[in-house]
């Protein structure tokens, strides 16, 4: 059992699981390249244990998912996903081209013990793009044509946690249910690191989230969490021109086609509130093919990546931190010449002596490896639902276990 707050939230542990049909919400959204292969598998390398110990506990296992957001580049099958599992699990995962339909629900049915089932992207569900509370995800179509074929849900979602969709919510109060090893491990790792005590607290915040993002510099300042907030990405363009600089054309309409502009007002607030928000004092942009550096008060060009000055400046304030959070790239890092700025305050990080959490998929792939045994850093799965549960809101998935049928 893991006590988080007032949730009681069951285990592996704490569930009959022997030779049962298990449900199991798994979060393998992975950066996706430009020809729609997986970029970075450390999503789906963290699930291993606990499908293994599913499987070795004699059970059949059936995995749900996402993967990106419908009308995203990223949004693919999971039929490649399925077979990097297959590799790091020495085992079959055989790729279901169906999520709830009598294909899926026939495959399932017919399960044998230790078989081990990956079903197709579950956002191709219209149902799981709305997010409502467990009560109203629990009468989906999903939920009512899938639950009845399981003895129990298992949720090792903790990246997707934060969503309060049916795969995340409504299986919960149908079927006995309980968090897996990952979900298990985020929450009990990260309620030990950061704690009130551990200060200054720098967060690093870039990437392309930018709406999530906004929400939780706004619970970080609201709550005196962070004592910096280091931005970057796109972040870092909303918040420079919420201060009145002018990116330049070609930047204001990139921010104008993502709906980002939008979110000017909400960016100005914060900044009026003394949010202790830093942009970059520098970028580096793309300009007639060729690559250079730019102050940020006169930014000619696309941007794609922090500019050396602004990474030297936050890798300065980092080696002061006793915890840094980093989540969201600096830049554009699916190309090799954008990575400079990421890879510039991941480098701060973990040459500091105190506490590092990365979260995000982009993220995590920064680090390129390099996670030698360090006890002070943890590498979440989870990068909205990180920054969410570090600024103490409650994550619906971890609400939903709580109140699970026994
Ligand atoms: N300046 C930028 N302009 C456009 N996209 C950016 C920029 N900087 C970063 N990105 C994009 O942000 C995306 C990652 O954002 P996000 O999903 O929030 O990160 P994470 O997966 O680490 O949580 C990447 O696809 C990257 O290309
Ligand atoms: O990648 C994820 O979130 P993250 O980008 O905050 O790490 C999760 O898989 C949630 O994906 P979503 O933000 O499309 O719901």
């Known amino acids: 059992m893991i006590k988080i707050g007032d949730l009681d939230i069951k285990t592996l542990d704490d569930l009959e699981l022997s030779g049962r ?61 399925a077979q990097v599992l297959s590799k790091y699990l020495d085992l079959n995962v055989e790729f279901i081209d169906d999520v709830m339909g009598p294909y899926a629900r026939e495959k399932i049915s017919n399960m044998k013990e230790g078989e081990v089932i990956l079903l197709n992207n579950v956002r191709m569900v219209a149902e799981e793009l709305i997010e409502g509370p467990p009560q109203q995800q629990a009468k989906t179509f999903l939920v009512k044509k899938l639950s009845p074929l399981f003895d129990s849900y298992i949720n090792d979602a903790f990246a997707t946690s934060h969503r309060s969709q049916p795969s995340l919510v ?23 690191i950061f704690t009130p005590e551990e200060a200054p607290k720098v967060f690093v915040l870039g990437g392309g989230k930018v709406l999530d993002t906004l929400r939780i510099i706004e619970n970080l300042t609201k709550k005196r969490i962070a004592d910096r907030i280091l931005t970057g990405g796109l972040i870092a363009e909303l ?55 730019t102050p940020v008060h006169k930014v000619e060009g ?16 980092i080696k002061d931190s006793k915890v840094t959070v980093l989540r969201g790239p600096m830049g554009i890092i699916e190309d090799e010449r954008f990575r400079d700025g990421s890879k510039a305050v991941m480098k701060a990080a973990l040459e500091n002596s105190g506490y590092v959490i990365v979260g995000g998929g982009h993220m995590v792939s920064v680090l390129e490896g390099r996670v030698e045994d360090n006890p002070k850093l943890h590498i979440s799965t989870g990068g909205g639902a990180l920054l969410l549960f570090l600024s103490g809101e409650k994550l619906p998935a971890l609400e939903a276990l709580s109140l699970s049928k026994v």
């Open 21 to 81: 049909k298990v449900l199991l919400r798994v979060d393998v959204n992975s950066p996706i390249d430009k020809n729609g292969h997986i970029l970075d598998s450390s999503r789906l390398k963290a699930h291993v244990p606990t499908i293994k110990e599913l499987v070795e506990r004699k059970n059949s296992v059936v995995m749900i998912s996402h993967q990106g957001r419908p009308g995203d580049r990223d949004f693919v099958e999971l039929e490649e996903h």
């Open 239 to 293: 918040f420079a021109t919420a201060k009145g600089i002018n990116l330049g054309k070609e930047n204001m309409e990139v921010l104008e086609k993502l709906g980002i502009l939008s979110l000017i007002p909400r960016a100005r607030k914060l900044l009026m509130s003394g949010a202790p928000v830093e942009i970059p004092v520098d970028f580096k942009v793309e300009k007639d093919g060729k690559i250079e550096e």
């Open 170 to 192: 409504g299986f919960p109060l149908v079927m006995p249910s309980a968090a897996g090893r990952v979900m298990e491990k985020e929450v009990s790792a990260l309620s030990k």
């Open 302 to 317: 696309v941007i794609k990546d922090v500019g050396i000055n602004t990474a030297d400046i936050y890798s300065s304030f």
